[in-house]
């Protein structure tokens, strides 16, 4: 069985920077489409970054200049710079393998 599993998430101050990392059991971040989203506790899902199949890169607006996502063969990143206290949450990875997976979070904390 396949998982996705998220690190890197933290405490950091306002302007501060993080780079999560996302990894798979198997090989399969490199071929499919792959991504991060955002959700806080009472919140909406908020999806932030996707490599489509094919290298396609979309950004949300909120993040869109601040946010980079990547991928090797077994690990996608998100590195995130100038962060914001509104940035707060708790990120997932995701990716359209198979049925569709997700890992099951980490916090990033941004302090003002």
């Known amino acids: 069985q396949v998982h996705l599993v998220e690190s890197g998430g933290g405490l950091v101050q306002a302007g501060g920077s993080l780079r999560l990392s996302c990894t798979a059991s198997?090989?399969?971040?490199?071929?499919?489409?792959v991504g991060w989203y955002r959700q806080a506790p009472g919140a909406q899902r908020e999806n932030l970054a996707i490599?489509?199949?094919?290298?396609a890169t979309e950004y949300a607006d909120s993040v869109k200049g601040r946010f980079t996502i990547s991928r090797d063969n077994t690990t996608m990143y998100l590195q995130m710079d100038n962060l914001k206290p509104e940035d707060t949450s708790v990120y997932y990875c995701?990716?359209?393998?198979?049925?569709?997976?997700w890992g099951r979070g980490i916090q990033v904390t941004v302090s003002s």
């Open positions: 995701f990716t359209d393998y198979g049925p569709g997976l």
């Open positions: 198997a090989g399969i971040l490199s071929t499919n489409t």
């Open positions: 490599i489509i199949r094919g290298a």
